[in-house]
C-alpha cells in the first residue's frame, strides 16, 4: 500500500490515495499502520476518495480502528494533498465528510499549498444533536461528576461530539489518567472528544485535547473550534473576531462567526512518502499474534 505521511500542527495521519489504491478492512488497516512502534505512526488512516457531490471525499479512521465523523486538520491536510499533486487546479474545493461536504480554501505559493481555511459548517450546541444524555437547548458551563470530582463542562458538536473545560495550568493535567474517563463518560453515548482550555486573553486560549480513539494529540482541528465556540459561548472572547488556539503541536485561527459557522485557518504539512505491506506488519506487531 502507498500512502503519504502528513501532519496538521502534528495531528498526523497516514493518508491513502484511494484514486489509485484499494483499502479493503480500513479499520483493520488504522489499527496496523498507527502503531508507533510496530507501524508507521500516527493518529489514524485518512482514504482521499472519489465523491459524487464534492470534488473530493474523506473517510478518517483512528488509531484504534473506530470511524470519525469529521477532522479538521485532515481536511486542512488533503486540501495541500489534492492541489499539490493536481489532482485540482483550484483554490477553493468542496470535501464530502460524514459530517456533511465542507468548503476548503487553499492559500498556495509556487504551486504548493502553505496553509488551508476550512469552513467547518455551524457548531451543534443541542445536546440530543451532540449526542448527549441531556435535555434543553444547550449545555454550557454546567457542572458533570467525572471519577468522582466536578468539573463544569460546554459541550458543542462540529460534526463530533466535545466537551470543553476551562481551567488554569492545563501543563499539569494527568490527561492519561483523566482523559479515559472523559471520553466513555454516560452523558456521550458515542463518547467524547475534550478539551482542557486555559484563557491566556480575550484572543487567545491554550489547549489540550483528549481525542477519542486516539488518546492525547498534538492537535485537534475540530476540538480546536469547539474550544473557540465554547470561549465565546462562557464569554472569554466574541464572536466575529480571531481566536488564536494554541495547541501542543502549534497555532490554529478560528473565528465563530454570528452566523453560527466556524472558520478555521491553519498550516498542513508533508512529512514523506512510501510504502508498506501491511499484513506482513501485522504479523510483527506482538498485539495482533
Known amino acids: 500500500m502507498k500512502f503519504t505521511k502528513m501532519h496538521g500542527i502534528g495531528n498526523d495521519y497516514v493518508y491513502v490515495n484511494c484514486f489509485e489504491e484499494t483499502v479493503n478492512d480500513p479499520e483493520y488497516v488504522s489499527r496496523i499502520i498507527s502503531d508507533r512502534h510496530f507501524g508507521i505512526g500516527s493518529d489514524g488512516l485518512v482514504l482521499i476518495m472519489p465523491s459524487e457531490k464534492a470534488d473530493f471525499r474523506m473517510r478518517m479512521f483512528n488509531a484504534d480502528g473506530s470511524e470519525g465523523m469529521m477532522c479538521g486538520n485532515a481536511s486542512r491536510c488533503i486540501g495541500k494533498y489534492v492541489y499539490d499533486n493536481k489532482m485540482t487546479d483550484k483554490t477553493e474545493i468542496t470535501l464530502e465528510t460524514k459530517s456533511g461536504v465542507k468548503h476548503l480554501r487553499l492559500f498556495a505559493d509556487n504551486g504548493i499549498a502553505e496553509t488551508v481555511e476550512v469552513d467547518m459548517g455551524e457548531a451543534i450546541l443541542k445536546p440530543s444533536l451532540i449526542p448527549m444524555k441531556a435535555d434543553g437547548e444547550t449545555f454550557i458551563d454546567r457542572p458533570i461528576t467525572v471519577n468522582g470530582s466536578e468539573y463544569n463542562i460546554t459541550a458543542v458538536s462540529m460534526g463530533n461530539p466535545h466537551c ?12 492519561e489518567n483523566i482523559g479515559p474517563h472523559f471520553e466513555n463518560h454516560p452523558l456521550f453515548p458515542e463518547r ?8 491566556v486573553n480575550d484572543h487567545t486560549v491554550k489547549m489540550r485535547v483528549w481525542e477519542r480513539g ?10 480546536a473550534c469547539a474550544s473557540a465556540v465554547a470561549s465565546v459561548l462562557c464569554g472569554y472572547c466574541k464572536k466575529d473576531e480571531e481566536i488564536t488556539l494554541i495547541l501542543r503541536g502549534g497555532k490554529l485561527s478560528i473565528k465563530y462567526k454570528q452566523n453560527g459557522h466556524v472558520l478555521m485557518r491553519g498550516p498542513a504539512a508533508k512529512v514523506f512518502d512510501g510504502e508498506i505491506d501491511v499484513e506482513n506488519a501485522a504479523r510483527n506487531t506482538p498485539a495482533q499474534n
Open 214 to 223: 486516539s488518546g492525547e494529540t498534538w492537535a485537534c482541528g475540530t476540538g
Open 164 to 175: 470543553v473545560i476551562f481551567t488554569s495550568e492545563i501543563g499539569s493535567i494527568d490527561l
Open 192 to 199: 467524547v472528544n475534550t478539551e482542557f482550555c486555559e484563557i
